[in-house]
């Protein structure tokens, strides 16, 4: 494989590790549990994103952009970490924050990821809406002709689908990394259970596993919607990845795993199963996760080991995509652990 006709900005500290979990997986009476250290790429505090933004910096700078524009839920991670490739590369940051939780909190609004972005130096727009991703689009392109009008040359990272999945690369190239950490070791997996919102990662991983053969089964945990509405976004997702990796076909929709069962009552609100995969990650194996991705994943990791989805002997891999910043700004949420 080889995404070499891409341009790739240098951003995430790689390899990632890649960890027994031991605690955890003696806790549950197995399957034994590895967890590859995404929330450690570095970028500001880490997380999956950092992985993708290589290649959607890559096309900014390829493209003359002084401007990177991006949308993202108040305390998101992504928006998080384009600041921080925006600082490093020397470009301008404007960042739209939806309002997509109904959490009226100081530190929901100012710490965390949005303390961040101020520190980073990006620019904040709000947007009132918090569901509408063609709204969200539409915002960005509306700041982006602005910073047209003024002589800037914008690059906007766009959320809705319909635009070439990029970011989702950065995941193709990861599966090179995991695959042969696992050739190292002597190590294969039987799964890999990771967050899926925009999907990007999901279809990265999938498409990035089966484009080098490899049959590991790809578990999506549904942070975003439920799994009816996620299925079709990560098909649509993957099949546009393989498209623009160069092997259109390699997935197809029965690859599609997906489980909304951890999901609760929506994006960013709290469920006991996320604060008890909250707080076993962190008594058990010292790892920090976050109360909307990572801890939400862990719960679903939990939960199927404890219903015998994986078999005892199995080998399963979390993926840790980060979101570490995010445990300040929902800090009130997690005030009962
Ligand atoms: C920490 C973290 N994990 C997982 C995800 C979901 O990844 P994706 O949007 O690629 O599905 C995000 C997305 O913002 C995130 O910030």
Redesign the pocket.
């Known amino acids: 494989m080889s995404l070499d006709r891409f341009a790739r900005a240098s951003l995430a500290h790689l390899p990632t590790p890649l960890e027994p979990m031991a605690n955890l997986s003696r806790l549950l009476g197995g399957p034994n549990l590895w967890v590859k250290r995404d929330?450690c790429t570095g970028l500001a505090m880490g997380?999956?994103?950092a992985r993708?933004l290589e290649f959607y910096f890559g096309d900014a700078l390829a493209q003359g952009a002084d401007t990177v524009i991006i949308t993202?839920a108040v305390q998101?991670?992504?928006v998080r970490q384009t600041a921080a490739a925006c600082a490093k590369l020397g470009l301008a940051c404007e960042i739209q924050l939806e309002h997509r939780v109904s959490n009226d909190t100081r530190e929901y609004a100012a710490s965390g990821n949005v303390l961040l972005d101020r520190l980073l130096g990006a620019r904040i727009h709000y947007l009132p809406e918090g569901e509408d991703e063609q709204a969200a689009d539409a915002a960005l392109e509306a700041i982006a002709d602005r910073v047209r009008s003024e002589g800037g040359r914008p690059y906007v990272i766009h959320l809705a689908p319909g635009h070439p999945p990029l970011?989702?690369l950065g995941?193709v190239v990861a599966m090179e990394e995991l695959l042969s950490q696992m050739a190292g070791r002597d190590l294969e997996f039987d799964a890999v259970v990771?967050?899926?919102?925009?999907?990007?990662?999901?279809?990265?991983t999938l498409v990035g596993l089966r484009i080098q053969e490899s049959s590991v089964r790809v578990i999506g945990a549904c942070?975003?919607r439920e799994r009816s509405l996620q299925v079709p976004r990560v098909l649509r997702q993957a099949l546009a990845t393989a498209e623009l990796a160069g092997d259109p076909g390699i997935v197809a929709e029965d690859d599609v795993v997906v489980f909304d069962d951890w999901l609760g009552p929506g994006y960013g609100q709290a469920t006991p199963e996320m604060k008890e995969a909250v707080t076993l990650a962190a008594r058990q194996e010292g790892l920090l996760l976050?109360p909307?991705?990572?801890g939400k994943?862990m719960a679903a990791l939990i939960g199927l080991a404890r219903r015998g989805y994986f078999g005892g002997n199995a080998n399963v891999l979390y993926l840790h995509?980060?979101?570490t910043p995010?445990l300040f700004g929902y800090s009130s949420m997690l005030e009962d652990i």
């Open positions: 929330d997380g999956n994103k993708q993202g998101s991670n992504f970011g989702a995941y990771l967050p899926t919102g925009s999907a990007a990662t999901h279809a990265g942070v975003r976050d909307v991705y990572t994943s995509t980060g979101g995010a």
